[in-house]
């Protein structure tokens, strides 16, 4: 089993920074493609940032491209997003998550192990 607790949201104005950790727990943290995903009210939860094992090639959603970037610390099993330039719209729950499929999948239904979340809210 593996446990991710996640840490970080708060409120923040159009244009500043934060950063979200997730500390995993309970299994090898290196064994895993490690995720995060975001809800908004009344929409369906979607995929934000992955990254591999290995930390190399990436992958993120269209709409955070250049402004969010996702990291891991295997001595500290934990991962990261930094969020800059943030936008009223990136206003949500942000989940991070654990898949063990061998090659980057962005699905909410590929992962097989999630946090309970932390608010990010965006004032414009």
């Known amino acids: 089993q593996v446990q991710l607790v996640e840490s970080g949201g708060g409120l923040v104005q159009a244009g500043g920074s934060l950063r979200l950790s997730c500390k995993v727990s309970?299994?090898?943290?290196?064994?895993?493609?490690l995720g995060w995903f975001r809800q908004a009210p009344g929409k369906e939860r979607e995929f934000v940032a992955a990254?591999?094992?290995?930390?190399?090639?990436?992958d993120y959603a269209d709409s955070v491209k250049g402004r969010f970037m996702v990291s891991r610390d295997g001595a500290k099993n934990t991962l990261y997003l930094q969020m800059n330039s943030l936008k009223p719209e990136d206003t949500a729950v942000y989940s991070c998550?654990?898949?063990?499929?061998?090659?980057?999948?962005?699905?909410?239904?590929?992962?097989?192990?999630w946090g309970q979340g932390t608010q990010v809210t965006v004032s414009s």
């Open positions: 990254i591999r094992p290995r930390r190399i090639n990436p």
């Open positions: 309970g299994r090898t943290f290196s064994w895993y493609i």
């Open positions: 998550a654990a898949s063990r499929h061998d090659s980057m999948v962005i699905s909410p239904r590929d992962y097989d192990y």
